[in-house]
């Protein structure tokens, strides 16, 4: 079989980056109408808070089994399957008017959401010439960060004209558009199941079992966990962190965290350059955290003046961002043969898990009066990745290129 071509893999890219953007709006496209439903349905925002949890658990228990369906049944097939049950849990909370419903509604969504990782990478993997892959899983990391940035603006002007329930609906339909152009780019998307290529054998489930309990895949699951403590960190309670700490007024502090973000996107674009010329993909991780952390810890210190805040926040997510292609491949360069779907769907599901842990914390260190605190666990967070990077086998960084099943 002939090399993917340059448009082969552009067009490869483009589908898995569509159904991977949508999938970070629907994420957040209900949060951002909380003040709306809150209204609306006289529920408080801890109960709203509630759905949000659900959403979260749901789709990090059910990442790994969706990696585990993905190597079974085929990435296609779970990735339309996640596709549909996003736009049911859209069109279910644009229809609530309950409480219940909208708990569903999240239920649907977070089940959804947990295929994407998996099946999004398997697909990547084997369509995608190795030579390409640092570009792919560059413009795959930029479209969940564009999915990110229009759920609010697009919430925003919906709600103002058809109100929280006709925006939700919108997007509903919007997903259930995306979702029929895709069906008719399938052939594009087909990958054959993993566990086609393997002997039919009583020890498989202990096999795939032993392989995520192994050291290094628990590493890179350790990795995305911590970097979701850091995010959370910053994108949930960094404005009001930066408001206790250097205070300053809502709108600065807000600036500064859209550079955080801003500059992270433009981070994760030239990562794919980075991963693309750089072998030693571990270097690079090592490299992009540790300068995000010392630039976090000069935040945390307060020692600069608050004018400050948007460009160190801009570098701090740069830096950050840069290691996203590059901590991709060292995930494909640790995962045996035949298990992408499995072990992608295992470690990616670390963010959820760190997603789940840490808000409480976070929350309890801004009701003591201990903002610096919250930055300062960025910190150890960040550095604690290092660590993680450091302990996976040198030789397995040297497989990048190979591919995988």
């Given at each position: 079989?002939?090399?993917?071509?340059?448009?082969?893999?552009?067009?490869?890219?483009?589908?898995?980056?569509?159904?991977?953007?949508?999938?970070?709006?629907?994420?957040?496209?209900?949060?951002?109408?909380?003040?709306?439903?809150?209204?609306?349905?006289?529920?408080s925002?801890?109960?709203?808070?509630?759905?949000?949890?659900?959403?979260?658990v749901?789709?990090?228990?059910?990442?790994?089994?969706?990696?585990?369906?993905?190597d079974?049944?085929?990435?296609?097939?779970?990735?339309?399957a996640?596709?549909?049950?996003?736009?049911?849990?859209?069109?279910?909370?644009?229809?609530?008017?309950?409480?219940?419903?909208?708990?569903?509604?999240a239920?649907?969504?977070?089940?959804?959401?947990?295929?994407?990782?998996?099946?999004?990478?398997?697909?990547?993997?084997?369509?995608?010439?190795?030579?390409?892959?640092?570009?792919?899983?560059?413009?795959?990391?930029?479209?969940?960060?564009?999915?990110?940035?229009?759920?609010?603006?697009?919430?925003?002007?919906?709600?103002?004209?058809f109100?929280?329930?006709?925006?939700?609906?919108?997007?509903?339909?919007?997903?259930?558009?995306?979702?029929?152009?895709?069906?008719?780019?399938?052939?594009?998307?087909?990958?054959?199941?993993?566990?086609?290529?393997?002997?039919?054998?009583?020890?498989?489930?202990?096999?795939?079992?032993?392989?995520?309990?192994?050291?290094?895949?628990?590493?890179?699951?350790?990795?995305?966990?911590?970097?979701?403590?850091?995010?959370?960190?910053?994108?949930?309670?960094?404005?009001?962190?930066?408001?206790?700490?250097?205070?300053?007024?809502?709108?600065?502090?807000?600036?500064a965290?859209?550079?955080?973000?801003?500059?992270?996107?433009?981070?994760?674009?030239?990562?794919?350059?980075?991963?693309?010329?750089?072998?030693?993909?571990?270097?690079v991780?090592?490299?992009?955290?540790?300068?995000?952390?010392?630039?976090?810890?000069?935040?945390?210190?307060?020692?600069?003046?608050?004018?400050?805040?948007?460009?160190?926040?801009?570098?701090?997510?740069?830096?950050?961002?840069?290691?996203?292609?590059?901590?991709?491949?060292?995930?494909?360069?640790?995962?045996?043969?035949?298990?992408?779907?499995?072990?992608?769907?295992?470690?990616?599901?670390?963010?959820?898990?760190?997603?789940?842990?840490?808000?409480?914390?976070?929350?309890?260190?801004?009701?003591?009066?201990?903002?610096?605190?919250?930055?300062?666990?960025?910190?150890?967070?960040?550095?604690l990745t290092?660590?993680?990077?450091?302990?996976?086998?040198?030789?397995?960084?040297?497989?990048?290129a190979?591919?995988?099943?």
């Amino acid at each position: 079989m002939s090399a993917p071509t340059l448009r082969d893999d552009a067009k490869v890219i483009g589908l898995v980056a569509l159904a991977h953007g949508l999938s970070h709006f629907y994420q957040i496209a209900t949060a951002v109408l909380f003040p709306l439903i809150r209204d609306d349905l006289g529920v408080s925002y801890a109960a709203l808070g509630a759905t949000v949890a659900v959403y979260y658990v749901v789709s990090g228990v059910c990442q790994t089994l969706a990696g585990f369906a993905v190597d079974r049944f085929g990435a296609r097939r779970v990735l339309f399957a996640g596709l549909v049950l996003c736009v049911a849990g859209a069109l279910l909370a644009g229809l609530s008017r309950t409480y219940p419903m909208l708990l569903a509604a999240a239920l649907l969504g977070g089940l959804g959401n947990s295929v994407f990782h998996p099946a999004d990478f398997a697909i990547l993997n084997a369509r995608v010439d190795a030579r390409r892959l640092g570009y792919a899983f560059s413009w795959h990391g930029i479209a969940g960060f564009l999915g990110y940035a229009a759920a609010p603006a697009a919430g925003a002007a919906l709600a103002s004209a058809f109100g929280w329930r006709g925006a939700l609906l919108t997007a509903a339909l919007v997903g259930a558009g995306v979702v029929v152009f895709l069906a008719t780019q399938r052939r594009t998307l087909y990958v054959e199941p993993a566990d086609l290529q393997r002997p039919v054998g009583s020890g498989r489930l202990a096999a795939d079992l032993q392989v995520l309990a192994s050291i290094p895949i628990l590493m890179c699951f350790g990795y995305f966990l911590l970097v979701a403590v850091g995010f959370i960190a910053i994108q949930t309670f960094g404005v009001s962190t930066m408001i206790a700490l250097y205070d300053v007024n809502a709108a600065l502090a807000s600036a500064a965290l859209t550079a955080y973000l801003v500059g992270a996107a433009a981070g994760i674009f030239a990562g794919g350059f980075v991963a693309v010329r750089f072998a030693r993909h571990d270097l690079v991780a090592v490299t992009g955290m540790l300068c995000s952390a010392l630039l976090m810890f000069v935040i945390a210190s307060a020692w600069i003046p608050a004018a400050l805040l948007g460009p160190l926040f801009a570098a701090t997510g740069f830096a950050s961002g840069v290691t996203n292609p590059s901590r991709d491949l060292i995930v494909r360069a640790t995962t045996p043969p035949g298990a992408t779907g499995k072990v992608f769907g295992f470690v990616y599901s670390g963010l959820d898990v760190g997603s789940m842990l840490v808000p409480v914390y976070f929350g309890w260190l801004l009701d003591q009066g201990r903002p610096s605190v919250v930055f300062y666990s960025v910190v150890v967070a960040l550095a604690l990745t290092i660590l993680t990077v450091l302990n996976l086998p040198g030789t397995r960084m040297a497989r990048a290129a190979r591919p995988a099943g």
